[in-house]
């Protein structure tokens, strides 16, 4: 067995208590060996978390990391009008070396901010899997299907190759990499096709991920037929447990108990919703309905960072302001969304630390100015903790980031590729 301590600092237990504590993992298997004083003293591999808190990795539950290369290009409109006059154009002239080098570069960024696992939905997504596979982190992976303007045949193309690429993803990196069928949205994808992935994502064992009552514009096609949409996703074999569906801002009561009924995830992006306005999801009434709610950053383009810290204070604060009560979706609750209950939506063994379970960390270092005094480590963890303060992050017990250095890939190359990548795409699309 080959051992690595993390040794010197507290550590964020499954009820969210705080002990003087070390972790224990094996690198070989990648699991939690043991949580703990005393555990040895001649490990393989030491990370000291002095004055540190060690927490279970960060999920980032739903995004799309080769739009970092859009980071910044297009802002400060609606959705609708974001996608089709903007992002939609632009995503045309997309290579295989864009999509592998924007995500490279929003790999490095969640990792550097303590994220270890991720659900990604974007095109080319072989190009997303080697990236992940070479960043060390663990992923659910779905090639985005659009319909919207194809003919029958294309149509039936396109699902088709969702599914297949998400069975052909499912494994890959090791076990890291779990597949996802992932048909953009309920109005993107026509209903006969939306049938046609669900089907797909049943028969390969894998889960739907897709985008659901994200404006009230996405919900209005089904109100004029007298339906809620996610009732007839529920009716036609859209909404079973494990699936992933993001936003879900526009839901009322019914929909909500839809939710919790079938064992679904929502994925809940707050900076995402309110950048474009589309509203805020009503997080406290799902999770009191019984629905398990995770937290995504959504895309670079539309948050437009992926530092998941950011995410978990936008779900606390927001929330709060949604109910007009200041006790709705407390720092536990946050806290909670970032780490086991994306770990739960994902399927992955992660979120929490305990023996057994894959070592996924990511050490925060206390001592700076704004993380002192330590009245309640919890609240700064959903208050006042930045990306930035992650000291080291580990993914399947292997250290991917030791005192802010990366150990996996070069920063700097990667950055600048990017940049490369990036100039050369807007120029493409603007001709």
Not at 23 to 52: C, F, N, Q
Not at 83 to 105: K, M, N, Q, S
Not at 110 to 120: I, N, R
Not at 252 to 274: R, W
Request: aromatic share 2%; with cysteine; hydrophobic share 40%.
């Amino acid at each position: 067995m080959t051992e690595l301590l993390v040794h010197g600092g507290g550590v964020l237990r499954p009820d969210l208590s705080v002990e003087r504590a070390d972790v224990l993992a094996d690198s070989e298997t990648g699991r939690i060996v043991d949580v703990g004083l005393g555990l040895t003293e001649s490990p393989a591999e030491r990370l000291d978390a002095t004055d540190s808190l060690v927490v279970p990795g960060l999920v980032n539950a739903h995004t799309h990391v080769s739009m970092t290369l859009l980071r910044g290009y297009a802002d400060d409109k609606p959705l609708d009008a974001w996608l089709r006059e903007d992002i939609w154009p632009v995503e045309a002239e997309l290579t295989a070396g864009d999509v592998r080098a924007g995500a490279r570069l929003g790999l490095v960024e969640m990792v550097k901010s303590g994220t270890t696992a991720v659900s990604d939905m974007y095109f080319r997504m072989g190009e997303v899997c080697d990236a992940v596979d070479e960043a060390g982190v663990r992923a659910r992976l779905g090639r985005g299907a659009v319909t919207v303007g194809s003919d029958d045949d294309e149509a039936r193309e396109e699902v088709r190759e969702t599914v297949e690429v998400a069975r052909a993803l499912d494994g890959r990196a090791d076990g890291r990499v779990r597949g996802a069928v992932c048909p953009h949205s309920l109005t993107t994808v026509d209903e006969e096709r939306l049938r046609q992935a669900a089907a797909g994502a049943r028969e390969a064992g894998l889960p739907l991920h897709y985008h659901a009552n994200e404006t009230t514009d996405e919900v209005a096609p089904y109100e004029d037929r007298g339906v809620r949409p996610l009732t007839w996703a529920r009716e036609e074999g859209l909404l079973e447990a494990g699936d992933l569906l993001a936003h879900c801002v526009h839901v009322d009561d019914e929909e909500i108990g839809h939710l919790a009924e079938a064992g679904a995830s929502v994925l809940h992006c707050p900076a995402s919703n309110m950048k474009l306005a589309s509203g805020v999801a009503p997080v406290q009434r799902m999770r009191e309905a019984g629905t398990r709610v995770a937290l995504g950053t959504d895309g670079p383009a539309s948050n437009n960072d992926l530092d998941l810290f950011d995410e978990v204070r936008d779900a606390a604060m927001v929330g709060k302001l949604a109910d007009g009560d200041a006790t709705a979706v407390p720092a536990e609750t946050a806290v909670e969304m970032a780490t086991a209950a994306g770990a739960d939506a994902l399927g992955f063994d992660v979120g929490r630390i305990e023996t057994g379970r894959l070592a996924d960390l990511a050490v925060i270092d206390l001592s700076a100015p704004h993380l002192v005094p330590e009245h309640d480590v919890v609240s700064h963890l959903a208050y006042a903790v930045r990306g930035s303060d992650v000291r080291h992050t580990v993914c399947d017990g292997r250290v991917l980031m030791r005192d802010r250095e990366l150990l996996a890939v070069d920063e700097q190359r990667v950055v600048c590729e990017a940049c490369e990548h990036a100039r050369a795409l807007v120029a493409r699309a603007e001709g």
